[in-house]
């Protein structure tokens, strides 16, 4: 029987439709169209107003960009006095963060120990659910496993269609707990049925916050350190929300702005999330690095990475994609304030230790990169490090899988997500519908005997 799908028949059928597809970029100046919901100059179009997070990295005078330190502000604080205050009490923050996002104000004392222990009790899946969506469907990309057990998720809860804010909290909260788990079990049925290595699956232990969690369920002992639980700690505050304009969190609050129910709004915002384009950045880092080591002699010698980033601006090494991962962001210019902790803590735990080497090789390429892009492309723009250039090398360091980093991002993310689906919820009140301008031409009907 004849193959639709296959062969020559597919391709030419595709290359029809590329063809009928084109659109000349000239015609989105000429129609004003802000592509990718971007204007001229970089900046964003503003498509809604947020009292969870600033992200600010530039100011406008007299009408053009000035280069500023990035700021991270969630709920009006700092991401930096956030950090060193925990770091003060020698103590934990990402559950601090979650709950600050989620209901706008710092917790007291008591507030914080009972959020955080409503999170430990919600971690439990329910029954049947490794079994039945996880052990029984494997899958090599722990993203997608991800998003399709977070959509599951809507059969086993009662209240799935219950909209109200105190089970939108709820729900919310569960997720925050769950995915770890999820990620974790995940992983380990991936590790048997792909990887042909043992799978372990450790049971829950309620004592444990997230940081925590996460690493006493990947490894094998279930040992860690303080310090390592730390940094991990750290690096879930840093990603957990970066304003209502970033790719995922957008989907979330599009999906949420159709009325639709929590578990496909978050399910949407992980397929997002997984994009190279967005938080599957920091494994694109990790590759490019791991290109650089394998061509580098001499990583201590400037020269010489310089002349092998000018073969990657080329386009002549690592993907060919021409691109330098980890450097520039849409927003931060002079410093992106995550990437600067983030950077500054890894090397406190990395000192003296063999990986040592690959943090100042990156530091080398983020150093080298402006002066390198003016010298080849004539560029003057200014451009900074993003938290993806340290965030993959962070996890390695831990000892997490190449493959988890992405669906890490996912889970700091949730709390993000969840703030501002609450905040569309309360406050959008209509759906999110952007205008494309459609440039087909009206075309008289063919009748089938006369179509080629």
């Known amino acids: ?53 600033n992200v600010h990295g530039y100011v406008v005078n007299e009408g053009e960009k000035e280069p500023i330190p990035g700021q991270l502000i969630y709920r009006g604080y700092n991401i930096n006095d956030l950090v060193e205050n ?28 009972t959020f955080s222990s409503y999170i430990s009790v919600k971690r439990d899946l ?29 059969s ?23 995915m770890p788990v999820i990620m974790a079990n995940a992983y380990q049925v991936k590790r048997r049925v792909f990887d042909n290595q043992s799978m372990i699956m450790h049971p829950i232990n309620y004592e444990e916050n997230t940081a925590q969690c996460i690493l006493s369920l990947l490894r094998p002992d ?16 840093l990603q957990a929300e970066h304003g209502g304009g970033n790719n995922s969190t957008f989907t979330c609050r599009v999906l949420t702005s159709s009325g639709t129910d929590p578990y496909s709004a978050y399910s949407s915002a992980i397929c997002s999330l ?24 001499n990583w201590e010698n400037e020269g010489e990475v310089a002349d092998y980033m000018r073969k990657t601006i080329r386009k002549e090494t690592n993907d060919h994609s021409g691109l330098i991962y980890g450097m520039g962001h849409a927003v931060y210019t002079i410093s992106d304030p995550r990437a600067v902790i983030l950077k500054k803590k890894a090397f406190e735990l990395a000192h003296g230790k063999e990986i040592e080497a690959e943090f100042r090789l990156l530091e080398t390429i983020e150093r080298l990169t402006p002066e390198i892009f003016l010298e ?27 493959e988890l980093f992405t669906p890490l991002f996912a889970i700091a993310r949730m709390s993000g997500w969840a703030a501002h689906r609450m905040e569309e919820i309360l406050t959008g009140g209509r759906i999110i519908r952007p205008a494309y301008k459609a440039i087909a031409k009206e075309k008289a009907y063919i009748k089938l005997s006369e179509r080629e």
Do not use: W
Not at 19 to 44: M, Q
Not at 130 to 145: F, H, Y
Not at 156 to 178: H, P, W
């Open 222 to 237: 279930r040992q860690y350190t303080k310090e390592e639980a730390q940094m991990l700690d750290r690096l879930l505050m």
């Open 1 to 53: 029987m004849p193959s639709f799908i296959s062969g020559a028949n597919i391709t030419d059928l595709c290359g029809r439709l590329a063809d009928n597809t084109a659109i000349d970029p000239k015609l989105y100046e000429k129609y004003h169209v802000k592509r990718g919901l971007r204007n001229s100059d970089g900046t964003g179009v503003m498509a809604g107003i947020t009292n969870i997070c």
């Open 376 to 402: 080849m492309k004539g560029s003057t723009k200014t451009m900074c490090a993003n938290v993806d250039m340290y965030s993959g090398l962070v996890y390695r360091m831990l000892g997490i899988p190449d």
């Open 274 to 297: 997984k994009g190279p384009r967005h938080g599957g950045a920091n494994l694109a880092v990790i590759h490019m690095l791991d290109d650089f080591k394998a061509n580098i002699r």
């Open 156 to 178: 086993y809860d009662d209240e799935c269609e219950n909209k109200g804010l105190e089970n939108e909290m709820r729900t919310a909260v569960s997720l925050i707990a769950k």
């Open 126 to 154: 329910p029954n049947g659910f490794v079994e039945d969506m996880i052990l029984k469907a494997p899958s090599k990309n722990i993203m997608n496993k991800l998003a399709r057990s977070v959509l599951a998720l809507y």
């Open 86 to 113: 925990v770091e003060a009490d020698d103590r934990y923050g990402y559950e601090e963060t979650a709950f600050l996002l989620l209901f706008g104000h710092l917790p007291n004392d008591k507030e914080l120990k």
